[in-house]
């Protein structure tokens, strides 16, 4: 059984008075039976990796190198060192304004792996490749280019976050949530056998929100969220970690 998995990503909100909602969260999830993730900017990663007890911290990105001049960046080894366990990889936001490309992806999910870090790696289409129909294309090219090979179930998590759904309140139906997710699956299967990808765990993100996450989570393979602006607020992620942990 994949153990399921909520995962908020603060993008570049929040500073130090903020981690008062990671106190509230804590203390509203005693006894929830599902992986809660929380990807804060790396400005307060190390101060809430100090006080999520019971909540798995993660960064946002993370360069392909282990060190050296690039100004600016912070290595896998250096979010380990501030606490993390996670990286989100390859989310769009980055794709489109610093210009990732899938073997950018691919070369910072290896530095992130040889460091120990679970890998949440982002594929997903713009608007204009939906309407045109390229949806299972795009992932397709996104899942060869940016995941190498030797993934684990352990340290590998796929999501799914159509660009034209961040944000912006649209949510594309659900019988094409579970048909994507579905071709992920088999995506994986085909190229690293059945095993790894039963156990690898995909997520849905895209104007994820307490209104909508339980019948989201009841579609097949889907196993959690990664959800942005509603994880910002405990009021807003405790229900949805909660429709998760009923699904």
């Known amino acids: 059984m994949r153990r399921k998995l909520a995962a908020g990503n603060w993008k ?21 039976d599902v992986d809660v993730l ?12 100090r006080r999520a007890t019971g909540i798995f911290t993660g960064a946002q990105d993370c360069h392909a190198a282990t060190n050296g001049a690039h100004t600016g960046d912070v290595s896998a080894a250096m979010l380990v060192d501030a606490g993390a366990s996670h990286v989100i990889l390859g989310h769009s936001e980055r794709r489109a304004d610093h210009g990732e490309t899938d073997a950018a992806v691919c070369a910072k999910l290896l530095a992130a792996w040889a460091a120990d870090l679970v890998a949440v790696v982002c594929v997903g289409e713009t608007q204009a490749q939906y309407e045109s129909g390229e949806t299972l294309d795009v992932i397709r090219r996104q899942l060869a280019g940016s995941i190498p090979d030797g993934p684990t179930s352990a340290r590998l998590v796929v999501a799914y976050e159509p660009v034209w759904a961040i944000g912006t309140g649209l949510v594309p139906s659900l019988a094409e949530i579970g048909a994507v997710h579905g071709f992920i699956r088999a995506e994986l299967a ?13 997520l849905y993100g895209g104007s994820v929100k307490p209104g909508n996450a339980a019948q989201i989570f009841a579609v097949a393979d889907v196993d959690g969220a990664l959800v942005g602006g509603a994880s910002l607020k405990a009021d807003d992620f405790v229900p949805i970690v909660t429709a998760l942990n009923a699904a």
Not at 190 to 202: C, H, I, K, M, P
């Open 190 to 202: 085909a190229r690293f056998g059945e095993r790894t990808a039963q156990g690898v765990r995909l």
């Open 38 to 49: 929380i990807c804060p900017p790396t400005t307060l990663l190390e101060r809430m990796s």
């Open 12 to 32: 570049m909100n929040g500073l130090a008075a903020d981690l008062a909602q990671i106190d509230m969260l804590v203390a509203a999830l005693p006894s929830c």
